[in-house]
């Protein structure tokens, strides 16, 4: 029975469509909405989201050859982040823990939310699902045993994280959107929240991604879907003349024409990004009235914290130029790392795609096109490098051939890891430091305001 409940209970968070709409019917309610307005709203924001998820997965498709295409042609073998191999390989051994700590952290993200200025609501469920697989496995490796005081642990540890991250990345993304009622909950945060900064520091607004000049002959252009197709198309065809027609026509595209198969998929992955549009727009159509209700009674002033692709029709030119400056800085970072003769962390497309093209937003909103470059840049040697040094954290668990990919994995799971590593009573005391500060902070922050107003 109870596994049958973890199992229920992993399907909901597991599968937003159904943990967003299932909060939007508590928020209609709570307004005592009319019947027919709740049906409506909980179904259109369910539909919103499994819209924008599958233009993610679609995406995502038209990614994986583009990732095979790539190590094909550089012919380099190595260490691919993926979040989703690494989870796979854990959950069979910590399936149970990953739920209870997931559990204890949406208790303690929603106390935090409630007590504390940063109001945020974390709905991103395969986010929350590996964050916690995370915690477990770090903890486990410190020696805590998969009991009550670890699943504690864990979800403190969590629940705060899943707090902060969001309350970084809002500044900027009032810059991004325009407005203060949706926040991010992506495990890439710490990285784009860095990317900001960078914007903000090196630089100039004034020139933004989106206001490229382009002559009057070529302002079919300025339409996204029209741009994004040509430009894949370029880097596709590249990559199969790269790869080898006969590679791409012998293990990819099932005897396709080589070259057909390239356009193709340049027009799944626009195709992927025109179904994502749509889904953001029916979500924050939907969501935002919804979320009111769980404001007003349940967590006063909060906001609902969604994923990544939330912010993509805000700055669709600093998507594609955050995702391949990111991938290229990746790129450079595998040849040193070659000639270093470590550990070769290859370049995951899926990772500086969704994580770069978020950078390159980020920095655009603080420092227009410089800032974009320069913001996903950084993100880019940040997906690179950390890797590195989390690893042999998580090696004695036999997860060598992949690792964790965003920094809200690595940075913290880098800090959580290293103060394992000094002993149980110096990590459980990290842990509570952690939570101590996030609290003492946002009292500063009340008493500043007062002061100020």
Same mark, same amino acid.
């Given at each position: 029975?109870?596994?049958?409940?973890?199992?229920?209970?992993?399907?909901?968070?597991?599968?937003?469509?159904?943990?967003?709409?299932?909060?939007?019917?508590?928020?209609?309610?709570?307004?005592?909405?009319?019947?027919?307005?709740?049906?409506?709203?909980?179904?259109?924001?369910?539909?919103?989201?499994?819209?924008?998820?599958?233009?993610?997965?679609?995406?995502?498709?038209? @990614?994986?050859?583009?990732?095979?295409?790539?190590?094909?042609?550089?012919?380099?073998?190595?260490?691919?982040?993926?979040?989703?191999?690494?989870?796979?390989?854990?959950?069979?051994?910590?399936?149970?823990?990953?739920?209870?700590?997931?559990?204890?952290?949406?208790?303690?993200?929603?106390?935090?939310?409630?007590?504390?200025?940063?109001?945020?609501?974390?709905?991103?469920?395969?986010?929350?699902?590996?964050?916690?697989?995370?915690?477990?496995?770090?903890?486990?490796?410190?020696?805590?045993?998969?009991?009550?005081?670890?699943?504690?642990?864990?979800?403190?540890?969590?629940?705060?994280?899943?707090?902060?991250?969001?309350? @970084?990345?809002?500044?900027?993304?009032?810059?991004?959107?325009?407005?203060?009622?949706?926040?991010?909950?992506?495990?890439?945060?710490?990285?784009?929240?860095?990317?900001?900064?960078?914007?903000?520091?090196?630089?100039?607004?004034?020139?933004?991604?989106?206001?490229?000049?382009?002559?009057?002959?070529?302002?079919?252009?300025?339409?996204?879907?029209?741009?994004?197709?040509? &430009?894949?198309?370029?880097?596709?065809?590249? &990559?199969?003349?790269?790869?080898?027609?006969?590679?791409?026509?012998?293990?990819?595209?099932?005897?396709?024409?080589?070259?057909?198969?390239?356009?193709?998929?340049?027009?799944?992955?626009?195709?992927?990004?025109?179904?994502?549009?749509?889904?953001?727009?029916?979500?924050?159509?939907?969501?935002?009235?919804?979320?009111?209700?769980?404001?007003?009674?349940?967590?006063?002033?909060?906001?609902?914290?969604?994923?990544?692709?939330?912010?993509?029709?805000?700055?669709?030119?600093?998507? @594609?130029?955050?995702?391949?400056?990111?991938?290229?800085?990746?790129?450079?970072?595998?040849?040193?790392?070659?000639?270093?003769?470590?550990?070769?962390?290859?370049?995951?497309?899926?990772?500086?795609?969704?994580?770069?093209?978020?950078?390159?937003?980020?920095?655009?909103?603080?420092?227009?096109?410089?800032?974009?470059?320069?913001?996903?840049?950084?993100?880019?040697?940040?997906?690179?490098?950390?890797?590195?040094?989390?690893?042999?954290?998580?090696?004695?668990?036999?997860?060598?051939?992949?690792?964790?990919?965003?920094?809200?994995?690595?940075?913290?799971? &880098?800090?959580?890891?290293?103060?394992?590593?000094?002993?149980?009573?110096?990590?459980?005391?990290?842990?509570f430091i952690f939570v101590g500060a996030v609290i003492l902070t946002?009292?500063?922050?009340?008493?500043?305001?007062?002061?100020?107003?």
């Amino acid at each position: 029975m109870l596994d049958r409940l973890l199992n229920l209970f992993l399907s909901i968070v597991g599968t937003p469509a159904i943990l967003v709409s299932l909060l939007a019917l508590c928020g209609l309610l709570l307004q005592k909405k009319k019947l027919s307005e709740t049906i409506s709203g909980t179904i259109k924001t369910m539909i919103g989201f499994l819209v924008l998820t599958g233009g993610a997965g679609i995406l995502q498709s038209a @990614l994986a050859p583009f990732a095979s295409m790539f190590q094909t042609a550089l012919h380099t073998q190595g260490v691919i982040p993926s979040n989703e191999a690494v989870v796979a390989i854990a959950l069979q051994k910590f399936g149970t823990p990953t739920a209870l700590i997931m559990a204890v952290g949406m208790i303690v993200n929603i106390l935090l939310a409630r007590y504390t200025r940063f109001k945020y609501i974390y709905l991103t469920g395969q986010a929350m699902l590996y964050i916690s697989c995370l915690t477990a496995v770090i903890l486990v490796s410190a020696g805590f045993g998969t009991d009550a005081t670890m699943i504690i642990l864990g979800g403190i540890f969590e629940g705060t994280l899943l707090t902060v991250t969001p309350a @970084l990345c809002q500044p900027f993304m009032r810059k991004i959107t325009g407005k203060d009622n949706v926040a991010m909950g992506h495990t890439g945060s710490i990285g784009y929240a860095i990317a900001g900064l960078i914007g903000k520091w090196f630089g100039n607004k004034k020139h933004s991604t989106e206001d490229i000049e382009v002559p009057k002959s070529f302002s079919f252009l300025r339409d996204s879907t029209i741009s994004i197709m040509l &430009l894949m198309s370029l880097v596709y065809i590249g &990559l199969t003349i790269a790869a080898g027609p006969t590679y791409v026509e012998s293990k990819l595209s099932d005897g396709t024409e080589a070259f057909i198969y390239a356009i193709t998929q340049a027009g799944t992955f626009t195709a992927g990004f025109v179904v994502v549009l749509q889904g953001v727009r029916m979500i924050l159509a939907e969501i935002v009235p919804a979320f009111q209700g769980i404001a007003q009674k349940w967590v006063p002033g909060s906001k609902p914290a969604l994923d990544v692709p939330i912010i993509f029709p805000f700055a669709p030119n600093a998507v @594609l130029i955050g995702f391949f400056t990111s991938f290229i800085v990746g790129t450079l970072s595998m040849f040193v790392m070659i000639g270093l003769h470590t550990t070769v962390i290859i370049p995951g497309v899926v990772g500086h795609f969704f994580c770069g093209a978020a950078a390159g937003i980020y920095g655009n909103s603080t420092g227009g096109r410089r800032g974009a470059i320069l913001g996903s840049a950084v993100n880019g040697l940040l997906l690179s490098w950390l890797p590195l040094f989390i690893l042999p954290l998580l090696g004695q668990l036999k997860m060598a051939a992949s690792t964790f990919a965003d920094t809200d994995y690595l940075i913290p799971g &880098l800090i959580l890891g290293n103060l394992g590593e000094a002993g149980k009573v110096v990590l459980v005391a990290g842990i509570f430091i952690f939570v101590g500060a996030v609290i003492l902070t946002s009292m500063y922050l009340n008493i500043r305001e007062k002061k100020v107003n």
